[in-house]
């Protein structure tokens, strides 16, 4: 399978988003739970605070993945598995 991913990212300086995307890569080479078919690039974009009268920092990256669907199955399988759930009486 492929598909297109964005990812919005707020509150973050320039070096943060670089290191977030050598993360997401670095992960894809690790792993090998995905493939990344493009060189992803960090983009500023301009979102008004009014309040403040100022430019939060918002970016995005777009991603190009490839993936099997049997490993993302698993994987969730595997999250979903350990996940729990801790329910109290009041």
Partial sequence: MQ???RVTLYGLSNDDALRYVDYIVQR???YE???ITNSPV?????LNQVEINALA?????DFEINY???ITRDLA???INNAFIDLENE
């Fill in 3 to 5: 598909d297109s991913v």
């Fill in 28 to 30: 894809a080479v690790d």
């Fill in 33 to 35: 739970e995905f493939g």
């Fill in 42 to 46: 960090v983009f500023d974009d301009k």
């Fill in 57 to 61: 920092k918002k970016k995005h990256v």
């Fill in 68 to 70: 099997y669907q049997q």
């Fill in 77 to 79: 399988l595997k999250l």
